[in-house]
């Protein structure tokens, strides 16, 4: 990593950061705290910035991206995308999807290991699904209830990236949040194409 916490530039000069969710580990933090965290990052400097936003990313996106001068556009990637007053619960059914192990003692949420490659990295090299397990953390059910106070999306340009081979998010009901995006484009990939598609998604932000 640079000095200032950004990865070093690849193709085109382009420096990136992946801020790391506060609700994602222990702590039992929430939404407000990932919003923060994020807004931090985007606050830093006035660099013209592309903010990626990956499946629960366009919860906390949708908030901390709004008003920041610097972001000039927003690519979602299998990503929700709320009005204003609404949070993760508001993209679910009655029940937790069967990929998903719930802790309500714990307090806590996450994929099953089990069902992970499958679900979400059917499509990635052997390499990448052999590791994958082990990056696995729970997050803290609070991001589920909360509410979000901004959508970024209403006011900043958008794409909407739809990966059609996605077995977590349904690439029928990534269309629908779609239709919000000021942009669309569909790629034959799974719920993780930056790792199973890493070119094509490298070209699109380019071309952002």
Same mark, same amino acid.
């Given at each position: 990593?640079?000095? $200032?916490?950004?990865?070093?530039?690849?193709?085109?000069?382009? @420096?990136?950061?992946?801020?790391?969710?506060?609700?994602?580990?222990?702590?039992?933090?929430?939404?407000?705290? $990932?919003?923060?965290?994020?807004?931090?990052? =985007?606050?830093?400097?006035?660099?013209?910035?592309?903010? %990626?936003?990956?499946?629960?990313?366009?919860?906390?996106?949708?908030?901390?991206?709004?008003?920041?001068? @610097?972001?000039?556009?927003?690519? =979602?990637?299998? *990503?929700?995308?709320?009005?204003?007053?609404?949070?993760?619960?508001?993209?679910?059914?009655? @029940?937790?999807?069967?990929?998903?192990?719930?802790?309500?003692?714990?307090?806590?949420?996450?994929?099953?290991?089990? =069902?992970?490659?499958?679900?979400?990295?059917?499509?990635?090299?052997? +390499?990448?699904?052999?590791?994958?397990?082990?990056?696995?953390?729970?997050?803290?059910?609070?991001?589920?209830?909360?509410?979000?106070?901004?959508?970024?999306?209403?006011?900043?340009?958008?794409?909407? =990236?739809?990966? *059609?081979? +996605?077995?977590?998010?349904?690439?029928? @009901?990534?269309?629908?949040?779609?239709?919000?995006?000021?942009? %669309? %484009?569909?790629?034959?990939?799974? !719920? !993780?194409?930056?790792? *199973?598609?890493?070119?094509?998604?490298?070209?699109?932000?380019? $071309?952002?």
């Amino acid at each position: 990593m640079a000095p $200032d916490g950004r990865a070093p530039g690849g193709a085109g000069g382009v @420096s990136s950061v992946a801020p790391e969710l506060p609700s994602c580990g222990p702590g039992g933090w929430g939404l407000g705290e $990932d919003v923060a965290a994020v807004r931090r990052v =985007l606050e830093v400097g006035d660099e013209p910035t592309v903010v %990626v936003a990956h499946s629960y990313g366009g919860i906390v996106t949708a908030e901390a991206a709004a008003g920041v001068a @610097s972001v000039r556009h927003l690519l =979602l990637i299998s *990503s929700y995308l709320p009005e204003v007053g609404q949070g993760l619960s508001d993209f679910g059914g009655e @029940s937790p999807a069967p990929f998903l192990d719930v802790d309500l003692d714990a307090g806590t949420f996450g994929v099953r290991p089990e =069902l992970l490659v499958d679900t979400f990295l059917h499509d990635c090299d052997v +390499d990448v699904r052999a590791e994958a397990v082990d990056h696995l953390v729970r997050q803290s059910v609070r991001v589920i209830g909360q509410p979000v106070g901004a959508a970024a999306w209403q006011d900043v340009p958008s794409t909407y =990236l739809v990966c *059609s081979r +996605d077995r977590g998010t349904p690439a029928r @009901s990534q269309q629908e949040f779609a239709r919000k995006a000021g942009r %669309v %484009v569909e790629l034959d990939a799974g !719920h !993780h194409p930056f790792l *199973s598609r890493p070119v094509e998604v490298r070209d699109l932000l380019l $071309d952002l």
